[in-house]
């Protein structure tokens, strides 16, 4: 079957409903920017529900943190609970006599029956057919799912009963979500069924495995996206690669959100497994690291050496941004830049050849009057500098060697052009042989 563009659907309703009992994960992440794709490609609504239904482990902390990684990510909420909307509140939680009006309906009819204080689903015994938007009819068996509870003894409504009623109530039109939930989409048919309402469609995308194949959840172990964050990985690439794990048919270069919206299908959708790659999340952070506008990427290095307690002039940091394109990460690049900033701590012997080049430099710098320079005119000095040290039969790579360890104590960085322009001209006069 085809997706709501080819049937011509309109109206398009997807919600992204995360529960608030952790961090925002990876598999979440993943069916929130299906979801997100797919509304903005039908120009429809994407809706924040909170699926709070577990007092005991539900938290309003997370609640917050989880909606600002998710805009963080570059998902916009249309309606929600912060949002509002005709279809409120948005809380599970304070949907309550709703859900539990919907269970004595089912108890009159016979459908549901009460057992030690709960409200227990019977389960009719005959196959369930699910109309995925993605995979085609999937049958589940017979006997493949038991009776269930969907009110508990202390009367609040379990998952099964509030997302069934709520995305009939709020007028879902399409759930994409995980295919472990194969099981779940086959009980809230029924209940669907059983209670007169409108079902949405349904799309399961493949299970998010790590790169050793095993499976990646909240309580599997899945690496968060504010850990992802930490690691300095940029929103754009987390989007870009989240998209390419729903789907693959987008895995061909680096595009921002407008493209993987305007390109995103349900039936294109993964199935089977889709295996988390760091090293194709690398490569898109790089790419995409290395299109930011200079000012931008200089903006973003700023913020994390100030996490750092490394204050930076804006010009410092914007003079060496041009050579931290190749960086995989906003931490790598931080750290590349910190080199530059921050004054080698470790010194030894004073080398011959070092202390010449040094000395020299400062000679020349001095005669610069700007605290920085532009990359350009660190080209210029340098070129200055080999062409007099070159009479003293110094040749270009000893002198170039001699700068970049006396400068920075590495041997190895960024080009030496962006390392001459990020030193403010006081520091540089003060730099000693390494």
Same mark, same amino acid.
């Given at each position: 079957?085809? !997706?709501?563009?080819?049937?011509?659907?309109?109206?398009?309703?997807?919600?992204?409903?995360?529960?608030?009992?952790?961090?925002?994960?990876?598999?979440?992440?993943?069916?929130?920017? #299906?979801?997100?794709?797919?509304?903005?490609?039908?120009?429809?609504?994407?809706?924040?529900?909170?699926?709070?239904?577990?007092? %005991?482990? @539900?938290?309003?902390?997370?609640?917050?943190?989880?909606?600002?990684?998710?805009?963080?990510?570059?998902?916009?909420? !249309?309606?929600?609970? !912060?949002?509002?909307?005709? +279809?409120?509140?948005?809380?599970?939680?304070?949907?309550?006599?709703?859900?539990?009006?919907?269970?004595?309906?089912?108890?009159?009819?016979?459908? #549901?029956?009460?057992?030690?204080? $709960?409200?227990?689903?019977?389960?009719?015994?005959?196959?369930?057919?699910?109309?995925?938007?993605?995979?085609?009819?999937?049958?589940?068996?017979?006997?493949?799912?038991?009776?269930? /509870?969907?009110?508990?003894?202390?009367? @609040?409504?379990?998952?099964?009963?509030?997302?069934?009623?709520?995305? &009939?109530?709020? %007028?879902?039109?399409?759930?994409?979500?995980?295919?472990?939930?194969?099981?779940?989409?086959?009980?809230?048919?029924?209940?669907?069924?059983?209670?007169?309402?409108? &079902?949405?469609?349904?799309?399961?995308?493949?299970?998010?495995?790590?790169?050793?194949?095993?499976?990646?959840?909240?309580?599997?172990? $899945?690496?968060?996206? $504010?850990?992802?964050?930490?690691?300095? +990985?940029?929103?754009?690439?987390?989007?870009?690669? =989240?998209?390419? =794990?729903?789907?693959?048919?987008? $895995?061909?270069g680096i595009s921002l959100l407008g493209r993987l919206a305007q390109a995103f299908e349900l039936r294109s959708i993964s199935r089977g497994q889709s295996r988390f790659d760091y090293g194709r999340l690398d490569w898109?952070?790089?790419?995409?690291?290395?299109?930011?506008?200079?000012?931008?990427?200089?903006?973003?290095?700023?913020?994390?050496?100030?996490?750092?307690?490394?204050?930076?002039?804006? #010009?410092?940091?914007?003079?060496?941004?041009?050579?931290?394109?190749?960086?995989?990460?906003?931490?790598?690049?931080? !750290? %590349?830049?910190? /080199?530059?900033?921050v004054p080698p701590r470790v010194r030894g012997a004073v080398d011959e050849i070092a202390s010449a080049v040094i000395t020299r430099f400062r000679q020349l710098r001095e005669g610069w009057p700007d605290p920085f320079l532009s990359p350009e005119d660190a080209d210029t000095l340098i070129a200055e500098l080999k062409a007099d040290l070159g009479g003293s039969g110094l040749?270009?790579?000893?002198?170039?060697?001699?700068?970049?360890?006396?400068?920075?104590?590495?041997?190895?960085?960024?080009?030496?052009?962006?390392?001459?322009?990020?030193?403010?001209?006081?520091?540089?006069?003060?730099?000693?042989?390494?």
């Open positions: 079957m085809g !997706d709501a563009y080819s049937a011509g659907v309109t109206g398009v309703r997807v919600r992204f409903a995360p529960s608030p009992t952790g961090a925002l994960h990876l598999g979440s992440a993943l069916t929130g920017v #299906a979801n997100f794709l797919f509304a903005r490609r039908a120009g429809g609504e994407f809706v924040l529900r909170v699926d709070d239904t577990d007092p %005991e482990r @539900s938290n309003r902390r997370y609640e917050r943190t989880i909606r600002q990684d998710a805009e963080w990510l570059g998902l916009r909420f !249309d309606e929600g609970p !912060d949002e509002g909307g005709p +279809y409120g509140p948005y809380r599970q939680s304070e949907r309550m006599p709703i859900y539990l009006q919907h269970a004595e309906r089912l108890v009159a009819a016979g459908i #549901a029956y009460r057992s030690e204080g $709960a409200i227990v689903f019977r389960v009719p015994i005959r196959d369930v057919v699910i109309e995925d938007a993605a995979r085609g009819d999937v049958r589940v068996a017979a006997g493949a799912t038991s009776d269930f /509870v969907i009110t508990r003894a202390d009367g @609040s409504a379990t998952y099964h009963l509030a997302s069934t009623v709520d995305d &009939a109530l709020m %007028e879902i039109t399409h759930v994409i979500r995980g295919e472990d939930h194969l099981t779940n989409t086959a009980r809230h048919l029924l209940l669907a069924e059983a209670l007169g309402l409108r &079902a949405p469609r349904y799309a399961h995308t493949a299970l998010l495995v790590s790169e050793e194949g095993t499976k990646l959840s909240k309580r599997e172990g $899945a690496p968060s996206l $504010a850990e992802l964050r930490g690691e300095g +990985y940029p929103p754009e690439a987390l989007l870009n690669y =989240l998209a390419e =794990l729903a789907c693959p048919a987008l $895995a061909d898109l952070s790089q790419q995409h690291l290395k299109r930011l506008n200079p000012l931008e990427l200089a903006r973003r290095v700023g913020q994390v050496l100030e996490l750092r307690g490394i204050a930076v002039h804006p #010009a410092q940091i914007s003079a060496i941004a041009g050579g931290l394109g190749g960086c995989r990460t906003l931490v790598e690049a931080a !750290d %590349e830049a910190e /080199v530059v900033l040749s270009s790579r000893d002198v170039l060697h001699g700068l970049r360890v006396t400068l920075t104590g590495r041997e190895r960085g960024i080009a030496l052009r962006y390392v001459v322009a990020g030193i403010e001209r006081s520091d540089a006069l003060s730099r000693e042989a390494a």
